[in-house]
């Protein structure tokens, strides 16, 4: 090997291993697309079906779910928003995490009011299952994604996104409703104040924004929740489950995704694909139903009002544009002119168009004159510069205006008159010669 192909070999390597180590912050295209999917309300079980959601096909549904997923290219992550289990043993645990362990991507979860057991606050009783810290403790000896202390989170997955992780779970009585506590509203604030220049997307399990009214599903103090979020401009999707209904609500720069559940109709999941460019952030929101179409139709017909949980083609699929900028522009201070005197003004003007007069004209080079300046020069050279056309009438009248012009004698005597003497004398003479 010569001395030319080491250092080539030398370069190729130095610039492999440069690939390799260089952070994803420093391709710009890595960061402006999140690509991620949603799926709501699994409900493992190993019971019948209920009066609309198919328990009996839950494993089925979620194995189909993931083999979807797996087929989707580009994610960067799975989020499952609550209700993973339908009671929370040990056993269905175990299941869900066993059929999690076949998806190809990322994956975390969020918790809902299925995932733990109630513990009354005025007694010692708690309802049968797993209480909420022995199911954080499974979660995190399963998924090793699952990296934090408690059941409300935050992290960036890329420079332009913010991941909210908020837990509106009641777990000290027996309701369906949610509240978000004092110390999450502090939490939630103080991340939307910090990251105004990036995407935020919020999980949880209830949603802010009810897809229909219910008394016993909702957000008790929900306004308080959308009060912080009215404070900020930036971008910011919330996406929950918990109804099981699919639905989409647009509100200014704030987007409101509910999802439907995968063991009652439609049996669906949502992959949520967002780009940031410098002046829009564009949103594609895709519906994929299970392709198990018999347990479809069973929980089809099971369902009263199929439409309201199916929602409307723009719940399900859904293209749109936030363009920028979310903040409007500060207004410009007006700058006060000083008043300045006209007559000082007339005359800075009156002196700057003097010296502009005064100012020789540049001499032009050959190459710069035109066919007019080289006949002017020329005219110039022989002193016969004159217009090129002078009215007839007017000869005599320049003529006596250009004798006017002339500085007189001191006496009368012209030079016609000298000349006339002098060559008076000289024929004098010439005749005095002559005799």
């Known amino acids: 090997m010569n001395f030319k192909q080491t250092v080539r070999n030398l370069v190729l390597i130095v610039f492999l291993i440069f690939l390799n180590v260089m952070p994803s912050s420093a391709f710009s295209f890595r960061n402006m697309t999140l690509n991620i999917v949603q799926i709501s309300d699994a409900h493992i079980a190993d019971r019948e079906d209920t009066s609309y959601k198919m328990l009996s096909s839950s494993r089925e549904l979620l194995k189909d779910a993931i ?9 960067d992550f799975v989020m499952f928003t609550g209700d993973m289990v339908d009671i929370p043993t040990l056993e269905n645990y175990k299941d869900f995490f066993t059929i999690l362990s076949d998806l ?11 995932d733990s057991a109630v513990c009354l606050s005025d007694s010692d009783e708690c309802s049968s299952g797993m209480k909420i810290n022995e199911v954080l403790d499974f979660v ?9 202390d408690g059941t409300f989170y935050a992290f960036s997955p890329k420079t332009d996104y913010r991941i909210i992780v908020l837990d509106p779970v009641i777990r000290n009585e027996v309701t369906a409703n949610g509240y978000i506590s004092d110390e999450q509203l502090a939490f939630l604030d103080n991340e939307l104040a910090q990251n105004q220049d990036k995407v935020v997307v919020i999980f949880q399990h209830h949603p802010p924004l009810e897809p229909f009214k219910s008394d016993d599903h909702s957000i008790v103090n929900a306004q308080a929740y959308l009060d912080i979020l009215k404070k900020y401009k930036n971008p910011i999707v919330i996406l929950s489950g918990h109804y099981h209904a699919t639905k989409i609500v647009r509100e200014k720069n704030i987007i409101f995704i509910n999802s439907p559940s995968l063991v009652s109709y439609p049996n669906a999941f949502r992959q949520i694909k967002i780009t940031n460019y410098r002046d829009r952030t564009d949103f594609k929101i895709t519906f ?7 347990v479809v139709e069973r929980a089809k017909a099971s369902t009263i009002a199929a439409t ?22 500060l207004k410009k201070e ?12 007339l005359e800075q003007n009156l002196d700057e168009q003097d010296v502009e007069q005064v100012k020789p004209k540049k001499k032009k080079h050959w190459w710069q004159r035109s066919k007019k300046d080289n006949q002017e020069v020329i005219e110039q050279q ?22 006017e012009n002339l500085p007189q004698q001191e006496n009368d005597t ?11 004398e000289r024929i004098e003479e010439f005749n005095e010669d002559m005799l």
């Open 414 to 424: 012209t030079a016609s008159d000298i000349a006339n003497e002098i060559l008076k």
């Open 67 to 75: 083999l979807s997923v797996n087929k989707i290219a580009g994610l």
């Open 140 to 148: 995190k000896k399963c998924n090793r994604n699952y990296m934090f």
């Open 104 to 114: 190809n991507y990322p994956s975390l979860v969020t918790f809902g009011n299925h």
């Open 382 to 403: 022989q002193g016969e510069y004159m217009p090129d056309e002078v009215p007839v009438g007017d000869v005599e009248s320049n003529a006596q205006d250009e004798n």
């Open 334 to 345: 007006k700058v006060k002119k000083e008043k300045v005197n006209k007559d000082e003004t």
């Open 308 to 329: 309201t949980f199916s929602g409307t083609h723009k719940d399900r699929d859904l293209n749109f544009t936030l363009r920028k900028p979310y903040v409007k522009p």
């Open 288 to 294: 994929h139903q299970t392709n198990l179409l018999d």
